[in-house]
């Protein structure tokens, strides 16, 4: 099974700082990474798929980039509503696994 | 719309079934490749299972951790996803998810809202 690694589990920021989250996999998945997005209460959002590819509708702010066994999601000028918690999937096997979670915090 | 609308979640003792629906509208139903994925308390995301699309026999796959004792299955002419869970244990506690798996991508565009399941005596 592929194993997925995200840190820092937890992070502080502010409005309008940049953010970098990364995700590490325990073999290559080439770029088959998509991050996901999910506030209190609610499913998952897929922001970015293919390590890089942004999803349609998702703010340009958000990108994504890596291949192999690293990745990063990369929040520049951070809002109000992009405080939540951030998680990596790897779409390289069929038995897909995602990564533990970063959640990002007002500070 | 696209819409996913999941039902059957509730209170089970350990060792008790349960059957979770998933509704599927404004796709179409025989072309997807629909999965779920729960979510414990508090805890990450874990795929639990898929179901391919019909081209493909509606087949399925599934985690180790639940292999053997959950079900995939479709109904065609309610266009509805179900999750057969048996032998449930205390750590199946959780928010399932049914999602749509893009074309068998591995990659999941739509989610439902989830219904809880929670396994206790």
């Known amino acids: 099974d592929i194993q997925m690694t995200q840190s820092p589990s937890s992070l502080s920021a502010s409005v309008g700082d940049r953010v970098t989250i990364t995700c590490r996999a325990s073999q290559s998945i080439s770029n088959y990474l998509n991050w996901y997005q999910q506030k209190p209460g609610k499913a998952p959002k897929l922001l970015i798929y293919d390590a890089s590819t942004l999803q349609s509708g998702v703010p340009s702010r958000f990108s994504g980039s890596g291949s192999g066994t690293d990745f990063t999601l990369t929040i520049r000028s951070l809002q109000p509503e992009d405080f939540a918690t951030y998680y990596c999937?790897?779409?390289?096997?069929?038995?897909?696994?995602f990564g533990q979670g970063t959640k990002l915090e007002i500070k | 719309e696209v819409q996913l609308v999941e039902s059957g979640g509730g209170l089970v003792q350990p060792g008790g079934s349960l059957r979770l629906s998933c509704a599927v509208s404004?796709?179409?139903?025989?072309?997807?490749?629909l999965d779920w994925v729960r979510q414990a308390p508090g805890k990450g995301l874990e795929w639990v299972g898929r179901?391919?699309?019909?081209?493909?026999?509606?087949?399925?796959d599934y985690a180790a951790s639940v292999k053997g004792r959950f079900t995939i299955s479709r109904d065609e002419s309610r266009s509805s996803l179900h999750l057969q869970l048996n032998s449930l244990k205390t750590e199946d506690t959780a928010v399932y998810y049914c999602v749509r798996d893009v074309y068998g991508s591995l990659r999941i565009d739509y989610w439902g809202q989830g219904t809880l399941v929670i396994v206790s005596s």
């Open positions: 999937q790897q779409s390289y096997s069929t038995l897909y696994s």
């Open positions: 404004g796709i179409s139903f025989t072309d997807q490749y």
């Open positions: 179901s391919r699309n019909k081209a493909n026999s509606y087949t399925a």
